[in-house]
């Protein structure tokens, strides 16, 4: 495909992008454990990592066990603030040898290039996931686009190895184009991958908020003059550093919305536990609000009103469940119950990767069920909205039930059963819908673990086409960001 050296922005994108204004941010970051290790972060920070926390992380530098191989060090002056007083929050962000005790797991968990037409997309469904930058304000231990902001080197498809690149502006409005043409003369569905019509993309990383207003202002304008009816965008940003989202950024917002009305924006926000927005007293308790739930942090408060109160764009939750972080059924309710109120929609809670690491992270698939149930216990119907994904790489796919009887005459229900459902499938999603019953193993953290005990497969989950945990697809609406 011919491509432009450079994206040329049409003249209503152009008069669009005359008026963004940049801004300067002070998000104090501290970056890599260096900083810590030569005591060259602020005083107050000094004892975020103890003496011996120090000497172990120390130790293993340069070995086949270093935690900064694996994923960078980094935090935001906010977040720290917030850390300081939350041991879920510390354990999100600061580095831990445990991360490294068992490397099992995949190098690249999201096996990118399988649907990769371009260097920086995935083009699986009707939606595109983009990666645009690959670092964030602060760095999630856990996180599972590791290879991307750990700039590892992968092995591709065609056997080359390198590391992932970024989508490129130019090539990527160039391929959406010429999709959406092939689509249209095709009535409505492409001859050779059978796809529909690109209508959506997810702006990704990394977190796209790190990016300045003028360089987001023409990533949005020249996805909408491409076609793209809705704009997808993935961030932690609110917990890492809630000014981000500053005057500047709401002026671009509205008028990037004056210019393209009918373009939809998705906000897809991370939070994966209240103490990452919710004030605490001295008590270590969160506050009651005399006019209603609990009083938050004020600049997040502030930010998501912001975004809330306008129209055309819409906020959804979604995050991972964490070994340490968030295995706690009364936090996830306290958190659906607040985002809720707040106008963000509980989206998916997702079950960790077999990345590298990951054991340090996941918790099993039946306690990431009982946990989102038992935090559901007492919420709304509105309030519940949040569904727990794994995703195969057949698509997205739903822990639909976890159950403790067995079903009379049928082998190998003695435990009670999983049952899977697949909420979306590559191209025409022909299997979209379908379920998959297995027998329950209280250990199993991947598909792989009910491979002996499958009773009904209608979806094909475990069938000899059953990818090894290292081929799990990446999903384009991920929790991550
Ligand atoms: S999980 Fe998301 S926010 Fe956290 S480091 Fe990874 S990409 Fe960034």
């Excluded at 040329?8 to 994108?13: I, L, R, S, V």
């Excluded at 569904?387 to 403790?404: C, Q």
């Excluded at 435990?415 to 459902?421: A, R």
Aim: proline content about 4%; some cysteine; glycine content about 6%.
């Amino acid at each position: 495909m011919a491509t432009q050296e450079k994206y040329q922005p049409t003249e209503k994108a152009q008069a669009f992008l005359d008026k963004v204004e940049n801004a300067k941010y002070k998000r104090e970051i501290v970056m890599g454990l260096k900083r810590f290790i030569d005591n060259k972060v602020p005083e107050e920070m000094q004892g975020f990592y103890t003496e011996d926390e120090l000497k172990e992380l120390i130790d293993l530098k340069n070995t086949t066990h270093d935690v900064e191989a694996r994923m960078p060090v980094k935090i935001t002056n906010h977040y720290y603030q917030i850390a300081k007083n939350s041991e879920a929050v510390r354990t999100l962000v600061k580095a831990s040898p445990k991360e490294t005790f068992d490397l099992e797991g995949a190098a690249d968990p999201g096996k990118q290039m399988t649907y990769s037409p371009l260097e920086g997309l995935i083009h699986k469904y009707e939606l595109g996931l983009i990666y645009v930058t690959n670092t964030c304000s602060a760095h999630c231990r856990f996180c599972y686009r590791e290879e991307l902001i750990a700039k590892k080197e992968i092995l591709r498809e065609d056997g080359t190895v390198a590391s992932k690149g970024l989508a490129k502006l130019p090539e990527l409005v160039e391929y959406i184009k010429e999709h959406n043409k092939i689509v249209a003369e095709n009535g409505g569905r492409h001859p050779e991958t059978n796809r529909e019509k690109l209508r959506e993309i997810l702006m990704s990383g990394g977190d796209p908020m790190v990016l300045s207003n003028k360089n987001l202002a023409e990533w949005f304008s020249a996805l909408a003059d491409a076609g793209i009816d809705s704009i997808r965008l993935g961030t932690k940003e609110l917990a890492f550093y809630p000014d981000r989202f500053d005057q500047t950024f709401f002026n671009m917002m509205d008028d990037w919305h004056a210019a393209y009305p009918e373009v939809q924006f998705r906000l897809m926000v991370h939070f994966n536990h209240p103490d990452e927005f919710l004030q605490k007293d001295e008590n270590g308790n969160y506050i009651e609000n005399p006019e209603g739930g609990l009083v938050w942090i004020e600049s997040t408060k502030r930010a998501v009103k912001e975004l809330a109160d306008r129209n055309y764009i819409t906020i959804e939750n979604q995050a991972p469940f964490i070994k340490g972080v968030n295995h706690n059924p009364d936090a996830i309710r306290i958190l659906q119950r607040e985002l809720k109120r707040n106008r963000i929609n509980n989206h998916y809670f997702f079950c960790g990767r077999d990345i590298i690491g990951h054991k340090a992270f996941n918790l099993t698939i039946e306690d990431a069920w009982n946990l989102l149930n038992d935090s559901q216990k007492g919420l709304s119907g509105v309030e519940a909205s949040a569904r727990l994904s794994i995703t195969h790489y057949l698509g997205k796919t739903e822990v639909v039930a976890v159950t403790n009887e067995p079903m009379k005459g049928v082998p190998g229900t003695e435990n009670g059963v999983v049952i899977f459902k697949l909420l979306r499938g590559a191209a025409d999603a022909s299997n979209k819908g379908q379920v998959a019953i297995v027998g329950r193993n209280p250990e199993a953290i991947w598909f792989s673990g009910y491979e002996d005990r499958v009773i009904y497969d209608e979806a094909g989950l475990f069938t000899e086409t059953m990818k090894s945990t290292s081929e799990v697809e990446q999903e384009t609406d991920n929790a991550t960001v």
